[in-house]
């Protein structure tokens, strides 16, 4: 597809053009002859001619942020899921239609190419994606931002479904080598583990320590680049892989013991390996910390070298700085800058709080209770002596404060320490952000809500004005320019291409909704992906589906709040109806799953068993199978949501009120076009109140009613009693329908709703769900009717722009400013 969209005048440092550059790359950097360049040749001598690019931009920009004198941003993030680079730095700089020309030399479309590409899967799922789309939006807003983590060996595992189960398969990301990735060998930082605190008095009797000995791993950067949309700005993600101390132990080396002395080497190396496949349930693993200790040391590094270069004092520090905790996962940044002030420059504690709780800032992205995270004393004393000491003087300090404002409260300390008393003791990660930071902020505005009246409730009376929300964003460009080609195209033609940097210009489609052609226009747009998606499943799942049926699309990570299961057992009492009713007309519809489950998550995986068991029956049903098709697309990531997103009719965000922080898939969804049909929870609330009422699918309790439904006392017996739909379908996957011979398959998720108590609600909400779907696919019947509500939903989500939620925290957290 030709370039929609006019190339910006975006400055050029280099005449040359991009195709040149690249046959110079294929030469001269790869080694390879570049007579006739292959597919892969081409995307190697791409990537490197338009990194150049990149680079010169870079460099001016970081000169500029010194002479200017700038306020910096530190992204902290355990997690970044960039999606792939090529297509979207082609686009951020203006490139793209340079890309084309040199590619239809050698035959090659950019989609071809794009293949060559591996995806860097270095997050879950949500948080990591919301890392990397504030990341685009702080280059687009030309902010003095750096984003730091890991560059993890193995990304989140590649999922693959054999026999209807999900295998994990390693995700070797690198092995091809990625050259978007440039490795920084020189100056590495040793980073500490174990060891011991020595105390000592220096000369006027105050008493010092030094943390000694233990173990040594040095971090290494890797450093990613994000170029802002066509404005010349290209900010930095680095990431940090661990390294050797030593190459070899030379006495164990001598000793003859050569492999002995590799293992240690092996051994330090490890802690950049892998990514945790998890982001809501933590482990307790001595790696898992040893991971975030490491990148926030090796980060906090950085932040200090760079100020001391500037040669101001030290309470300057959270004026040119603030750093942005994305979850507690890097809260021991916390501690480890304490332990820099108080022991390396020996800075009073009072300076030292006081600078430490004017830098950080912290983001919650989770209530649910086995997702706040905590560590074992006992782990983080010998891990991080020094930093549990400090840790301990933090509370004390802490709760002595507390104790005077609140004399009359004598169990208010207890709840709200950083240390909690039970069987193990165990450091709350969640209230060491809080202390130690100046603003703690929620995803959405229920969930801010929620931090404010349940979870955080202690420390809204402790820190009144420390709380605020950030409700959620995605970027326009990956999630509406660089997916949904044809409606670009369409929304340019009417709106000129300013919507790409300003989203709020969508409101002005709004009153295109009544003009025939233009909606016409809008359905060949969602027409001509569909298509290319029902491509896509043929290829990939063998399954001829049908791109005018609806395409209802639940694609996220498997999780019982998120209730996939809801859907599958509505997606069976349809099935159910069908075979009863042969003769009724019904809408055609193609249900489409997406999404992985921790790999230790039985439930999880057992519900995409679930679905793939009762995918198989119902698609190879003669009977039904022109009306119903079910399918399960393996491997959900990036690249694949970009191809679901703009051929989705029906957006399914269905979690139980209370428990989704916000959810950002929702938004892309909407962006694009589609319908949700969704719970009132995390953002669908505030999607509702854009796009409108009767342009959304709301359904089911509302937070406070599931609260009060489970006070009551809940009993989902009662539903299957007098539900004889809902109950006939219990009792399929209670028996072998869909696995002939055994009974047993799924009778783990037949007890969890039932003798389990139903945690999430999911038959509490069964029939408004059930019913809310008859009403939807009525309404898909009337094109007219439904062609408006879907532009009008992409006319009112111009308020979940990143570019929005980065400005909030810009203006209201952060205090730093543009530098273009
Ligand atoms: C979390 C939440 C999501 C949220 C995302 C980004 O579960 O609701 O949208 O962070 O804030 N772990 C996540 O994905």
């Not at 011991?196 to 000995?213: A, F, K, S």
């Not at 019947?781 to 909030?808: C, H, P, Q, Y």
Request: charged letters at 25%.
């Amino acid at each position: 597809m030709n370039e929609p969209l006019a190339e910006s005048e975006a400055p050029q440092a280099r005449n040359s053009a991009l195709g040149e550059d690249a046959l110079w790359h294929i030469l001269y950097s790869l080694g390879r002859d570049n007579a006739h360049p292959d597919k892969h040749k081409c995307y190697w001598g791409l990537v490197l001619a338009v990194r150049d690019r990149m680079l010169e931009k870079w460099a001016s920009v970081q000169r500029q942020y010194y002479e200017n004198d700038d306020k910096r941003l530190y992204y902290l993030s355990l997690e970044f899921l960039p999606g792939k680079f090529l297509r979207e730095n082609l686009l951020s700089l203006g490139l793209e239609s340079e890309a084309h020309t040199f590619l239809r030399k050698y035959s090659f479309s950019l989609d071809q190419i794009m293949d060559v590409e591996c995806e860097p899967g270095l997050g879950n799922g949500g948080l990591g994606r919301l890392a990397s789309c504030y990341m685009d939006s702080m280059a687009t807003l030309g902010l003095p931002a750096f984003g730091y983590g890991i560059r993890y060996s193995y990304g989140l595992f590649r999922q693959e479904i054999r026999n209807g189960r999900q295998v994990e398969m390693p995700d070797n990301w690198l092995h091809e080598g990625n050259h978007w990735l440039i490795p920084r060998p020189h100056g590495l930082y040793p980073i500490r583990f174990y060891g011991t605190v020595h105390e000592w008095q220096d000369d006027d009797g105050t008493l010092r320590h030094d943390w000694r000995g233990g173990d040594i791993v040095m971090a290494m950067a890797n450093d990613m680049y994000v170029p802002g949309y066509r404005n010349g700005h290209v900010n930095c993600i680095r990431l940090w892989e661990a390294r050797p101390h030593k190459e070899f132990v030379l006495s164990s080396f001598n000793a003859g013991d050569y492999i002995g002395s590799v293992q240690e080497k092996i051994k330090d190396e490890n802690i950049s390996m892998v990514l945790y496949p998890s982001d809501d349930a933590p482990e307790g693993k001595t790696l898992r910390l040893k991971q975030q200790y490491f990148f926030v040391a090796a980060t906090m590094r950085d932040l200090v070298r760079r100020f001391k270069k500037l040669n101001k004092p030290w309470d300057q520090l959270p004026e040119k700085n603030v750093v942005q905790l994305n979850e507690t996962h890097p809260s021991i940044a916390i501690p480890e800058l304490m332990r820099i002030l108080l022991d390396e420059e020996l800075i009073c504690w009072e300076d030292s709080w006081f600078i430490c709780q004017k830098l950080f800032a912290y983001t919650n992205h989770t209530i649910l209770p086995e997702a706040l995270e905590t560590w074992p004393v006992e782990l983080m004393e010998r891990l991080l002596p020094r930093h549990m000491q400090i840790i301990y003087e933090i509370n004390r300090r802490f709760l002595e404060d507390v104790r005077l404002h609140f004399r009359d409260e004598p169990d208010l300390p207890s709840r709200v320490s950083l240390i909690s008393d039970g069987p193990e003791k165990v450091v709350r990660m969640s209230h060491l952000a809080i202390v130690g930071s100046f603003s703690i902020n929620g995803v959405s505005a229920l969930h801010t809500q929620i931090l404010r009246d349940r979870v955080f409730h202690d420390f809204i009376r402790i820190f009144p004005d420390r709380f605020n929300n950030k409700t959620n964003g995605i970027t326009p460009r990956r999630w509406l320019r660089q997916c949904n080609v044809s409606l670009s195209w369409l929304l340019s033609e009417h709106l000129g291409c300013d919507w790409v940097t300003d989203l709020d210009q969508l409101e002005r489609i709004r009153e295109l909704a009544d003009d025939e052609e233009f909606r016409h226009d809008w359905e060949q747009c969602r027409l001509t992906n569909k298509k290319r998606l029902a491509d896509h499943i043929e290829k990939r799942n063998g399954i001829t589906v049908n791109p005018h049926s609806i395409f209802d699309v639940q694609a996220k990570r498997f999780h019982e709040y998120k209730r996939q299961l809801l859907n599958v057992l509505h997606i069976i009492s349809l099935y159910n109806h069908l075979r009863k009713n042969p003769e009724v007309m019904m809408q055609p519809r193609t249900f489409i799953f997406g999404g992985k489950a921790a790999p230790s998550y039985w439930m999880a995986k057992d519900i995409i068993y679930l679905i793939n068991c009762v995918a198989r029956r119902i698609n190879s049903d003669p009977h039904t199978r022109n009306v119903l098709k079910v399918i399960f697309l393996a491997n959900y990531n990036i690249s694949l949501s970009q191809l679901l997103v703009p051929a989705t009719d029906v957006s399914e965000q269905i979690s139980t009120a209370g428990y989704e922080a916000s959810g950002t898939g929702n938004m892309k969804f909407a962006l694009n076009g589609a319908l949700t049909i969704g719970t009132r929870d995390g953002a669908n609330i505030e999607i509702g109140e854009r796009v409108g009422q009767d342009n959304i699918y709301l359904f089911g309790l509302c937070e406070q009613e599931v609260l009060d439904m489970r006070n009551r006392g809940y009993d989902p017996w009662e539903l299957y009693k007098n539900d004889g739909e809902l109950r006939e379908v219990l009792d399929m996957i209670n028996s072998d329908e869909f696995t002939p011979g055994n009974p047993t398959a799924f009778s783990g998720i037949f007890n969890s709703l039932l003798s389990g108590g139903d945690r999430f609600m999911v038959l509490a909400d069964y029939r408004a769900y059930a019913e809310t779907h008859q009403r939807i696919a009525h309404e898909f019947g009337d094109r007219e009717l439904w062609i408006r509500k879907s532009i009008l939903n992409t006319a009112g989500m111009g308020f979940f722009s990143s570019d929005r939620a980065v400005r909030e925290y810009m203006d209201d957290i952060w205090g730093v400013k543009p530098d273009v």
